[in-house]
């Protein structure tokens, strides 16, 4: 393990882990943003939800590779290329979970807030949301982690990541490098990772208790499903 | 017989669920455990068949400290039927039910066939041996959960609120069953429960517990009813003790009288002769149809046939010496002539008994007569 | 030329169907690679996860929180750094691999371990089980479906990561991928890319099928009640 080489290296290892960030948290958010609504039409209409998981499982069971491979044509070796790849795969992981967190809340609960007058959207917005909160945010680490892990693999096809530090490492026979990327990506996904757990409290606080509810645990399955 | 000799179960955390319990059940019959929630009842229970091991003290089954025997085996020998059934639903019903002969070495043939055996046993059709327990109603599901811990055929039974998942009328047909079941197998039965009615219905003897793991009183339910051992018991047992506790007085002293009662093919002039401010008319087979007031036969012609004159209602009867007197009395209450109709066990009319006869039985009764009433299980009668 | 036309160029030329390196070979050692790391991981983290499952406590809900942790690990760097060290040695995928695919197996078993019914557990104890019959009998066919669903899952990331493999020299699928991106050929790699997701997609299949065939009959017919 050859120390000397990281302070040498350092702009060329920052740069590649805010690479790296960028194609790992970009497509996650991305991801988000398109199963929201999508989730809320799927919990509200239970037919489309069946013909859509369906589609989605295929989906996810692609291998990133191979879903890099068939952007080029489309996105040339670019960042776009495993952007929108990993979009798809989050997309796979977190639509889900939007469907379970909002089929969670109780039905008792929905109907309270109708009976005290919530209009549809109200309701959706300020009671069932928050409370899909904890099982969404599952569903966001698990993309956020896997994206940023998976964005490594980028450097297959040449686009930029600390996927880089592998292969160099593995040409150059230096060990020292692939440490350090090794590293590198973990802390950063974990990293990642801690700040939605922190941010999961922030927006829940009234998970703060130590037990689940068995309802909550059960949602939680989906979460460990993907 | 089971014994509990100053047990106590402590928690890390400092709460004392069971505190210095000293206990024993009798063989061969049915003790309730009862009191409010946090009583520390279910966790007596479970250390029985040791799913809660004590803090101190120890427990004997047939003599036997329980800790000396290994768990599995002594649990194989124990019957446990749960609140929620804790049926396996990846087995059917009739595997659920063989369940613990298969345990103990039994050829799977073997054990199914004894397993519609219990089927049979606990009131329920052969056809849903092959269904899953999510296909049978609360109350099937309840009984295939007896049934399972029949299997074996145990000395000792152990139920933990199994009544109190389902609605009144099945929970009141289940707890007819478990009562009968128990008359022919004679199972020592401990059962948890925090309805007081349920204890005193299906309970030989009735342990109370006050809130923090100790017993309150613990004697025959009538006694619990009649001579409660203080404020606390008194206050858990409720209002109406000393009405509840008629149910446990047999009829079968009651003085009746049968001039009241007259067939419908007597003329209104003989009936009118008899004196009787109230008639009760009966139909050619002795059964009842109604009673007939004096005063309002008055216009009506002397030789007209009681069966032709209007009646009111009886209300309802009392099987003589089968109804316990609260049957009566509330036969009583309910007649517009307040005069109970007591009939055999035929629904012939015996005779009737005025309100002032029956206070008479009600005092002779006194105090509850300790173990003469062991024995004598009185039905509550259709309304109860 | 879009991606497909690309693949379907390829894969329908007869040529690739023979001699060294051919479709059926690579696809064959391509399963190979998938499903020995598989089955490792199955032996290794079903009865772990069983067991922690069954014991409740702390472990099983750090269960969840190591797994996804356990997403971090980047395979490429994993497989680069055992390259370096290793050289060709069989060691060099497998453990990538297996390492892989335990976490949704683990996590998944733990989970579904521990979700059973609190009073059929309740119940299973009290009948006079043994903590082992316990396990093996009522609460592991029980969470069987959750397990097959790790199982899934694993599946597909050790299809999808085997296809690196061929970058430290491996056959497998992933060699057409790797070779054409090498030579500028993108037939190969569309190819290949498509022969994976087609792969991947029967792995999906086959679980279903499996997950049909050991679902115990009475939670089959549940879940079609619900």
Same mark, same amino acid.
């Given at each position: 393990m050859m120390w000397s080489w990281i302070p040498g290296n350092w702009s060329l290892i920052w740069h590649l882990t805010w690479e790296n960030a960028k194609l790992g948290v970009l497509p996650a958010l991305y991801g988000l943003v398109l199963s929201l609504p999508l989730g809320v039409i799927a919990a509200r209409w239970r037919w489309f939800y069946p013909p859509v998981l369906t589609v989605i499982n295929i989906l996810y069971a692609v291998p990133s590779l191979a879903l890099f491979i068939a952007l080029i044509p489309a996105?040339?070796?670019?960042d776009t290329t495993v952007i929108i790849a990993l979009t798809v795969f989050s997309l796979c992981v977190i639509l889900p979970n939007v469907v379970a967190g909002l089929r969670a809340v109780p039905a008792p609960v929905r109907q309270a807030a109708t009976a005290m007058g919530y209009g549809q959207l109200r309701r959706l917005v300020t009671v069932e949301l928050p409370l899909a909160v904890p099982l969404i945010i599952a569903g966001l680490r698990v993309g956020v982690v896997s994206g940023i892990s998976l964005a490594s693999v980028g450097q297959l096809i040449g686009v930029s990541s600390l996927g880089y530090l592998f292969i160099d490492g593995l040409q150059r026979s230096f060990p020292t490098e692939i440490y350090v990327g090794l590293v590198l990506v973990i802390a950063l996904a974990l990293v990642c990772d801690l700040i939605l757990v922190a941010v999961r409290r922030v927006l829940t606080p009234w998970t703060a208790g130590p037990r689940e509810s068995r309802r909550a645990r059960a949602g939680r399955l989906v979460k460990v499903a993907g | 017989m089971i014994t509990f000799e100053a047990v106590t179960k402590r928690y890390p955390d400092g709460t004392v669920a069971v505190d210095a319990l000293n206990l024993e059940v009798p063989e061969g019959r049915t003790m309730v455990l009862v009191g409010p929630s946090g009583c520390g009842k279910t966790t007596t229970l479970r250390m029985i068949n040791r799913l809660v091991e004590p803090t101190q003290g120890r427990i004997l089954l047939d003599g036997t400290d329980v800790k000396s025997r290994n768990p599995a085996q002594l649990r194989r020998g124990i019957g446990y039927v749960i609140q929620q059934t804790g049926l396996f639903p990846h087995r059917t019903v009739e595997d659920n039910i063989a369940t613990v002969p298969v345990l103990t070495g039994w050829p799977r043939k073997k054990a199914r066939a004894r397993a519609r055996e219990l089927l049979a046993l606990v009131g329920l059709? &052969?056809? /849903?041996?092959?269904?899953?327990?999510? &296909? /049978?109603?609360g109350g099937q599901q309840q009984r295939v959960g007896v049934a399972r811990a029949l299997a074996a055929d145990p000395p000792v039974l152990l139920m933990d609120e199994p009544f109190s998942a389902v609605d009144p009328v099945v929970r009141a047909s289940l707890q007819d069953q478990l009562l009968s079941l128990q008359s022919e197998l004679r199972k020592t039965i401990v059962l948890v429960t925090h309805d007081i009615e349920e204890a005193i219905k299906v309970g030989d003897v009735v342990a109370l517990f006050r809130p923090h793991g100790t017993l309150a009183q613990v004697a025959p339910p009538e006694e619990l009813l009649a001579a409660p051992a203080d404020d606390y018991v008194a206050g858990f047992v409720g209002f109406d003790r000393g009405i509840r506790r008629l149910s446990f007085v047999p009829t079968a002293g009651l003085v009746l009288d049968a001039s009241p009662v007259l067939p419908a093919d007597v003329t209104v002039a003989k009936a009118l002769g008899a004196g009787q401010p109230w008639i009760c008319v009966t139909d050619a087979d002795r059964r009842p149809r109604g009673w007939a007031e004096a005063a309002a036969l008055a216009g009506t012609p002397a030789d007209t046939p009681l069966g032709q004159v209007a009646t009111e209602p009886v209300g309802h009867t009392f099987t003589v010496g089968t109804d316990s007197l609260r049957a009566a009395l509330d036969a009583a209450v309910l007649s517009p002539a307040g005069q109970a109709v007591g009939v055999d066990s035929d629904g012939r009319v015996l005779g009737v008994a005025t309100f002032d006869q029956i206070r008479a039985a009600i005092q002779a009764a006194g105090t509850p007569a300790a173990d003469a009433r062991l024995d004598q299980r009185i039905p509550e009668g259709p309304r109860s | 030329m879009s991606f497909f036309n690309w693949a379907w160029d390829w894969v329908t030329t007869d040529a690739n169907w023979h001699g060294e390196d051919s479709i059926p070979q690579q696809v064959l050692a391509h399963l190979g690679y998938s499903a020995l790391p598989l089955l490792i991981a199955a032996v290794i983290a079903i009865p772990v996860g069983a067991a922690i499952g069954h014991r409740g406590g702390k472990a099983a809900v750090a269960v969840s929180n190591i797994a996804n942790a356990w997403r971090s690990i980047p395979t490429l760097g994993l497989l680069t750094l055992l390259a370096v060290f290793l050289g060709f040695s069989p060691l060099t995928w497998l453990l990538p691999l297996v390492v892989l695919a335990i976490p949704p197996i683990l996590a998944n078993t733990a989970e579904g371990v521990a979700g059973v019914d609190p009073g059929v557990r309740d119940a299973a104890a009290g009948v006079g089980m043994t903590t082992w019959q316990q396990v093996a009998r009522v609460e592991v066919p029980i969470a069987m479906p959750l397990i097959l669903v790790g199982l899934r899952t694993s599946a597909i990331f050790v299809v999808a990561t085997a296809t690196i493999a061929a970058y430290i020299g491996l056959g497998g699928l992933g060699r057409f991928i790797i070779d054409g991106l090498d030579s500028n050929q993108y037939g190969p790699v569309a190819g290949g890319a498509l022969l994976v997701v087609v792969l991947a997609v029967i792995v999906l299949a086959l679980f279903a099928g499996l997950t049909w065939l050991l679902t115990p009959a009475g939670l089959r017919k549940q879940a079609k009640t619900e």
């Open positions: 996105f040339g070796l670019t | 059709d &052969q056809e /849903l041996a092959k269904r899953y327990p999510h &296909q /049978l109603s | -």
